[in-house]
Antibody, heavy 119, light 111 residues
Framework: QVQLVESGGDVVQPGRSLRLSCEIS????????MNWVRQAPGKGLEWVAL????????YYADSVKGRFTISKDTSKNTLFLQMNSLGPDDTAVYYC????????????WGQGTRVTVSS | NFMLTQPHSVSESPGKTVTISCTRS????????VQWYQQRPGSAPTTVIY?????PSGVPDRFSGSIDSSSNSASLTISGLKTEDEADYYC??????????FGGGTRLTVL
């Protein structure tokens, strides 16, 4: 079955960097688009980034553009989110989500990894 | 860009039917597929509807999705309400630039 397992969340100081990972199993990583979505404490869901199945196109929310980078390593079945210049507003649980076969429809979700930005 | 607006909260009794709306602020609702997610407290979201009206395997047919172009909105309908349906529900779509958009979420109380 489809499984997505995030890791890498931590407590970091403002201005520092962090890389999140999402290890996938149960499907062909090269066949589906992938997303990162986050949820700040007590708030709603916020879309963060999208990468096409072949890695050729990447899209970002305005709130993270220029600071975050989504990438994938198909040989390791792992999706990444490199987060630089972190600020308190980046404090959230970060989820990876796999699209449906048609694309543009997050369907399967991981359990999330928590990032806290605090001095 | 557009916004998706949901009611902040809805409540209904067990066994009844509830409908949660999701109104797109600009551009046609039919232009991009709408998804619906259920999130229970302390848990990750799960998908209950994708591509407007498709149910993932394992989601009971008590959950249904629809699109109404006249009101430019999508709806999630849950029939035969159960206490386990009590959760936050989010609608979601993409804009023409492949940026995801979420509604603000609706808290469903089953009392």
């Amino acid at each position: 079955q489809v499984q997505l397992v995030e890791s890498g969340g931590d407590v970091v100081q403002p201005g520092r960097s962090l890389r999140l990972s999402c290890e996938i199993s149960g499907f062909s990583f090269s066949s589906y688009d992938m997303n990162w979505v986050r949820q700040a404490p007590g708030k709603g869901l916020e879309w963060v980034a999208l990468i096409w199945s072949d890695g050729s196109k990447k899209y970002y929310a305005d709130s993270v553009k220029g600071r975050f980078t989504i990438s994938k390593d198909t040989s390791k079945n792992t999706l990444f989110l490199q987060m630089n210049s972190l600020g308190p507003d980046d404090t959230a649980v970060y989820y990876c989500a796999r699209d449906c076969s048609g694309g543009r429809c997050p369907l399967y979700w991981g359990q999330g990894t928590r990032v806290t930005v605090s001095s | 860009n557009f916004m998706l607006t949901q009611p902040h909260s809805v409540s209904e009794s067990p066994g009844k039917t509830v409908t949660i709306s999701c109104t797109r602020s600009s551009g046609s609702i039919v232009r991009n597929y709408v998804q619906w997610y259920q999130q229970r407290p302390g848990s990750a979201p799960t998908t209950v509807i994708y591509e407007d009206d498709q149910r993932p395997s394992g989601v009971p047919d008590r959950f249904s999705g629809s699109i109404d172009s006249s009101s430019n909105s999508a709806s999630l309908t849950i029939s035969g309400l159960k206490t386990e349906d009590e959760a936050d529900y989010y609608c979601q779509s993409y804009d023409s630039s492949n940026h995801g958009v979420f509604g603000g979420g609706t808290r469903l109380t089953v009392l």
